[in-house]
């Protein structure tokens, strides 16, 4: 059961009231209020075009308001606004409609749309390190949220798995050889070693790079043993990332793992079909795109590499090769490509190239979910002290022993298992809200300390909260919470009620924005409103309707709290 927030429901009838008045084209933006529950504005800008006073304007609107028990109040305010005061019959009847609906009355505006969401993004034969963070969190809570809205979501995670590297990387282990990767107990840390010993003599030894590169040759050739080592590799770096998931609390399966080979048979017909629509021209014995807007320092354009001098493709060919299949095949209605910030230039060229060539039409947009970079205490990206790069899986490890602590402090009498799983709880919990809490676009610092913390704008701060709302109705035996719209509300508790009714608008907002810190930024309100509402309406000592009230508002701040966080993809436990 969908119910409309009581924002939109206010937003219909000023909109209706101003039609009749001949302003069709108000577009009225309601917002929560100091000087009233709700503002209304736009009338401004509505009295400019028609040349009249705006408060007089404003007036008429207010005048205009249907009778109809919603409306406490209106009244014209400033220069053109509209304040607004409903009902406690209003706000408890919301109350009521979204208790008592297992979604939390939230509904499906993302029914039939089917999303494409491109997230984490690792490299075969590498450990995934702390700059896979933000990619894989946020991708996941968007995930979340669109599937929540009703969405299809397709996931994507398009590892690197072809190209030089891994013919660098076979001819290695053919000349150094090593028990089999099954019979290896650490091979993802012996694949990574390798790699880079592979690399150091790929960087000083030109031999050994002649006989790279024909192992590159013999695996696109398919080469029986050529593709068995390449095989081993692949199977057991996804071992390797869906551990990492699994511990990460994350969506991202097996089944949603498309490597760049996936594409290989596709790329010369992309880089073909580009060049015959005029869209790609050869320059310098390389198939390139060519952008009017885009130029180097020293003036020349600078284009999208398409089929590289020698005829190899980049990984700008596997991306349109993917783009056209997930909007053709896939039928995708919208692309979202969560990837760093630094390669905004790359996915600009690509959406471009794209459209040009008629493989993303205008109807579907393409965004890159851009994001910044993950800092020390230095200010400077996140390194280990002898300056290596975070593995990711030592970061989680010491977020969970650090919550283990805490935890324990907290909570002298949780030990063994039941402490171990709280502390995975707790710690994997605050690294994803330090991240997720975070606009997006903006760098952050790794700060365990600050994020682990039970107070401020920290996941143990809500996790706390939705387990404090847990005990409150625990010690309430399990009492009736029917709604009684006759009773009156304190202050207190219509704050509250209002709060809560705006759940469904955030999530539309994280949708619009693609931005998951708006939810926690919710969230963390909605905990503070839920405090100050305890601290000064009595619960468990209220009586009759004012102690149903109240404890129907204890138990949907409590699931409105599980449903938020879940959708970021942090646990609730009921005690903490």
Same mark, same amino acid.
């Given at each position: 059961?969908?119910?409309?927030?009581?924002?939109?429901?206010?937003?219909?009838?000023?909109?209706?009231?101003?039609?009749?008045?001949?302003?069709?084209?108000?577009?009225?933006?309601?917002?929560?209020?100091?000087?009233?529950?709700?503002?209304?504005?736009?009338?401004?800008?509505?009295?400019?075009?028609?040349?009249?006073?705006?408060?007089?304007?404003?007036?008429?609107?207010?005048?205009?308001?249907?009778?109809?028990?919603?409306?406490?109040?209106?009244?014209?305010?400033?220069?053109?606004?509209?304040?607004?005061?409903?009902?406690?019959?209003?706000?408890?009847?919301?109350?009521?409609?979204?208790?008592?609906?297992?979604?939390?009355?939230?509904?499906?505006?993302?029914?039939?749309?089917?999303?494409?969401?491109?997230?984490?993004?690792?490299?075969?034969?590498?450990?995934?390190?702390?700059?896979?963070?933000?990619?894989?969190?946020?991708?996941?809570?968007?995930?979340?949220?669109?599937?929540?809205?009703?969405?299809?979501?397709?996931?994507?995670?398009?590892?690197?798995?072809?190209?030089?590297?891994?013919?660098?990387?076979?001819?290695?282990?053919?000349?150094?050889?090593?028990?089999?990767?099954?019979?290896?107990?650490?091979?993802?840390?012996?694949?990574?070693?390798?790699?880079?010993?592979?690399?150091?003599?790929?960087?000083?030894?030109?031999?050994?790079?002649?006989?790279?590169?024909?192992?590159?040759?013999?695996?696109?050739?398919?080469?029986?043993?050529?593709?068995?080592?390449?095989?081993?590799?692949?199977?057991?770096?996804?071992?390797?990332?869906?551990?990492?998931?699994?511990?990460?609390?994350?969506?991202?399966?097996?089944?949603?793992?498309?490597?760049?080979?996936?594409?290989?048979?596709?790329?010369?017909?992309?880089?073909?079909?580009?060049?015959?629509?005029?869209?790609?021209?050869?320059?310098?014995?390389?198939?390139?795109?060519?952008?009017?807007?885009?130029?180097?320092?020293?003036?020349?354009?600078?284009?999208?590499?398409?089929?590289?001098?020698?005829?190899?493709?980049?990984?700008?060919?596997?991306?349109?090769?993917?783009?056209?299949?997930?909007?053709?095949?896939?039928?995708a209605d919208r692309l979202l490509y969560v990837v760093d910030a630094r390669q905004a230039?790359?996915?600009?060229?690509?959406? +471009?190239? @794209?459209? !040009? $060539?008629?493989? &993303?039409?205008?109807?579907?947009? %393409?965004?890159?979910? *851009?994001?910044?970079?993950?800092?020390g205490s230095d200010g400077r990206p996140f390194k280990t002290r002898t300056g290596d790069?975070?593995?990711?899986?030592?970061?989680?490890?010491?977020?969970?022993?650090?919550?283990?602590?805490?935890?324990?402090?907290?909570?002298?009498?949780?030990?063994?298992?039941?402490?171990?799983?709280?502390?995975?709880?707790?710690?994997?919990?605050?690294?994803?809200?330090?991240?997720?809490?975070?606009?997006?676009?903006?760098?952050?610092?790794?700060?365990?300390?600050?994020?682990?913390?039970?107070?401020?704008?920290?996941?143990?701060?809500?996790?706390?909260?939705?387990?404090?709302?847990?005990?409150?109705?625990?010690?309430?035996?399990?009492?009736?919470?029917?709604?009684?719209?006759?009773?009156?509300? +304190?202050? @207190?508790? !219509? $704050?509250?009620? &209002?709060?809560?009714?705006?759940? %469904?608008?955030?999530? *539309?907002?994280?949708?619009?924005?693609?931005?998951?810190?708006?939810?926690?930024?919710?969230?963390?309100?909605?905990?503070?409103?839920?405090?100050?509402?305890?601290?000064?309406?009595?619960?468990?000592?209220?009586?009759?309707?004012?102690?149903?009230?109240?404890?129907?508002?204890?138990?949907?701040?409590?699931?409105?709290?599980?449903?938020?966080?879940?959708?970021?993809?942090?646990?609730?436990?009921?005690?903490?």
């Amino acid at each position: 059961m969908t119910v409309p927030s009581l924002a939109s429901s206010l937003s219909d009838s000023v909109t209706a009231v101003a039609a009749r008045l001949g302003m069709a084209d108000l577009a009225p933006q309601i917002r929560r209020s100091e000087h009233a529950d709700f503002q209304a504005d736009g009338v401004l800008a509505a009295a400019w075009t028609l040349r009249r006073n705006p408060r007089q304007v404003a007036a008429d609107v207010v005048a205009g308001l249907p009778a109809d028990g919603v409306l406490a109040s209106a009244g014209v305010a400033g220069p053109g606004f509209v304040n607004i005061e409903l009902t406690d019959r209003a706000l408890l009847a919301q109350l009521a409609c979204r208790l008592g609906d297992d979604r939390l009355g939230v509904g499906t505006p993302e029914a039939g749309v089917t999303t494409v969401v491109d997230y984490s993004q690792p490299n075969i034969a590498k450990e995934m390190h702390v700059g896979h963070l933000r990619s894989t969190i946020i991708g996941d809570a968007l995930v979340r949220i669109l599937e929540h809205l009703g969405g299809t979501v397709v996931r994507r995670n398009h590892i690197g798995d072809w190209g030089t590297q891994f013919g660098m990387l076979i001819q290695y282990l053919v000349e150094h050889p090593d028990p089999p990767l099954a019979d290896d107990a650490g091979t993802m840390g012996r694949l990574a070693t390798l790699y880079r010993r592979a690399r150091a003599q790929f960087d000083t030894d030109s031999t050994f790079v002649d006989r790279a590169r024909r192992r590159v040759v013999a695996l696109q050739a398919g080469d029986p043993s050529t593709v068995a080592a390449w095989r081993d590799i692949v199977a057991e770096s996804t071992r390797y990332f869906t551990h990492v998931y699994d511990r990460l609390g994350v969506r991202l399966t097996d089944a949603d793992t498309v490597g760049e080979s996936a594409y290989n048979a596709a790329l010369p017909e992309v880089a073909d079909e580009l060049e015959r629509r005029g869209v790609a021209v050869t320059s310098g014995g390389a198939l390139c795109v060519f952008f009017d807007d885009l130029r180097g320092p020293d003036g020349e354009p600078t284009p999208l590499i398409v089929r590289k001098r020698d005829g190899g493709f980049g990984y700008a060919a596997t991306d349109l090769a993917a783009l056209r299949q997930r909007v053709v095949e896939l039928h995708a209605d919208r692309l979202l490509y969560v990837v760093d910030a630094r390669q905004a230039l790359h996915f600009r060229m690509v959406f +471009e190239t @794209a459209r !040009r $060539a008629g493989w &993303l039409p205008s109807a579907v947009p %393409a965004v890159h979910v *851009a994001f910044g970079t993950v800092l020390g205490s230095d200010g400077r990206p996140f390194k280990t002290r002898t300056g290596d790069t975070v593995r990711l899986v030592d970061l989680l490890t010491e977020a969970v022993d650090r919550a283990r602590e805490v935890v324990a402090a907290k909570n002298p009498g949780l030990t063994g298992a039941a402490l171990d799983e709280r502390a995975r709880q707790v710690g994997i919990g605050a690294v994803k809200y330090a991240d997720l809490a975070t606009n997006r676009a903006r760098d952050y610092t790794y700060e365990p300390r600050r994020m682990l913390a039970l107070a401020g704008n920290t996941g143990v701060y809500l996790q706390y909260a939705h387990a404090r709302i847990r005990s409150i109705l625990a010690r309430a035996g399990g009492a009736d919470t029917t709604v009684d719209v006759t009773a009156g509300l +304190e202050p @207190a508790e !219509r $704050a509250l009620i &209002l709060d809560l009714d705006a759940f %469904a608008d955030t999530l *539309a907002e994280v949708v619009a924005g693609h931005e998951p810190h708006r939810l926690c930024g919710y969230l963390y309100r909605l905990a503070q409103t839920f405090t100050a509402f305890y601290e000064r309406c009595p619960v468990l000592r209220a009586t009759g309707p004012q102690r149903a009230n109240r404890l129907a508002l204890c138990h949907l701040t409590g699931d409105t709290l599980r449903t938020g966080l879940h959708l970021l993809g942090i646990p609730t436990p009921d005690h903490l």
